[in-house]
């Protein structure tokens, strides 16, 4: 079974929509992370978390929140999606070395 | 905060050739410095890492430089094959203070090796 998984692997959501991206890993990390995809920008971390009681906004936060329901569960939300969200979402995960990436979220907001 | 920045966007070789991609990073302080290959539908995964207190490190066919002085780092990719077609990202990590933890990608380098 895959270390880092995320669901769904692909949704096509209406703006205004509520959506929410979920994240699983089982290698017992307490740091995760929220990755955005776009061509040509490479990935630009939304939010990440170093324990459970730790949650922190990178460097494109706004328009997204999310929750750390336990060690292993990381999810991202989209309060309202906007047509500029669409995009290939990645979770990750790591201890103090590598991180480890699951395998995507596509999402398109028409 | 860090930035990254990363060239060729894109780099086309014949099988055999070496192929070679680099990046730029603006914080001094950055002492970790990793390569993923990311492949068609997949996340991106860690091929090779590079931390600050080593000039060069090889691993088969792929090596990373870094220069600390001119805040460099490359990736080569020698006897190029048809597999190695992929994305490439590097990025850079602080170890210290708020940015601790955290990566800061390179735009990512579209890498086709041609048979």
């Known amino acids: 079974d895959a270390d880092v998984t995320q669901t769904p692997r692909n949704r096509i959501t209406k703006t205004g929509k509520r959506i929410m991206l979920e994240c699983s890993q089982t290698k017992g990390h307490d740091r995760m992370y929220w990755y955005r995809q776009d061509p040509g920008l490479g990935l630009r971390l939304i939010y990440y978390s170093f324990d459970v009681k730790d949650i922190n906004k990178g460097e494109i936060s706004d328009g997204y929140s999310v929750s750390r329901q336990a060690q292993a569960k990381f999810s991202l939300s989209l309060e309202s999606a906007i047509p500029n969200q669409t995009a290939l979402y990645f979770c990750a995960t790591s201890g103090s070395g590598e991180q480890y990436f699951g395998p995507g979220t596509r999402l398109t907001v028409t | 905060g860090e930035n990254v920045e990363q060239h060729p966007s894109t780099l086309s070789v014949q099988e055999g050739d070496s192929a070679v991609i680099k990046c730029t990073y603006s914080?001094?302080?950055?002492?970790?410095f990793p390569w993923y290959k990311q492949e068609l539908g997949k996340g991106p995964q860690l091929i090779i890492d590079?931390?600050?207190?080593?000039g060069e490190k090889k691993d088969q066919r792929i090596a990373v430089t870094l220069n600390k002085t001119a805040k460099h780092f490359s990736l080569h990719i020698t006897e190029t094959q048809p597999e190695d077609s992929a994305v490439y990202f590097c990025?850079?990590?602080?170890?210290?203070?708020?940015?601790?933890?955290?990566?800061?990608f390179g735009q990512g380098t579209i890498l086709t090796v041609h048979p």
């Open positions: 590079i931390r600050s207190n080593v």
């Open positions: 914080d001094s302080a950055s002492n970790y």
């Open positions: 990025a850079a990590r602080n170890a210290g203070g708020t940015s601790y933890g955290k990566l800061t």
